[in-house]
């Protein structure tokens, strides 16, 4: 199996595995949110009880991952404090 993007590929701005694993997480999460409200709007839209729970091609982190690699998110990092004396006096 290949992973495409590539780690590399996707912490070329600066950014590094742990930032892109926590954005990857997050948008995964809302993706399977999403997923979630869609089933359960079909389901209470159908009269039967064996309404069956949509079909989605991709796993949600792979998803995550493209539209980080797309542009469809931004990571945006907290700055970071410059002054390590601050609040030591």
Do not use: W
């Not at 780690?7 to 950014?15: C, F, H, N, P, V």
């Not at 948008?27 to 999403?34: F, G, K, L, N, W």
């Not at 797309?70 to 945006?76: C, T, V, Y």
Request: with cysteine; proline share 4%.
């Amino acid at each position: 199996m290949m992973n495409e993007p590539s780690i590399e590929k996707l912490t070329q701005d600066g950014l590094n595995r742990y930032q892109v694993c926590i954005a990857t997480a997050k948008i995964a999460r809302e993706i399977i949110d999403q997923y979630n409200e869609e089933a359960e709007r079909i389901s209470s839209q159908m009269d039967t009880s064996g309404a069956k729970r949509p079909i989605h091609d991709d796993k949600p982190v792979k998803t995550a991952v493209h539209a980080i690699d797309n542009g469809e998110f931004e990571i945006i990092v907290p700055e970071q404090k410059t002054d390590l004396t601050e609040g030591n006096n």
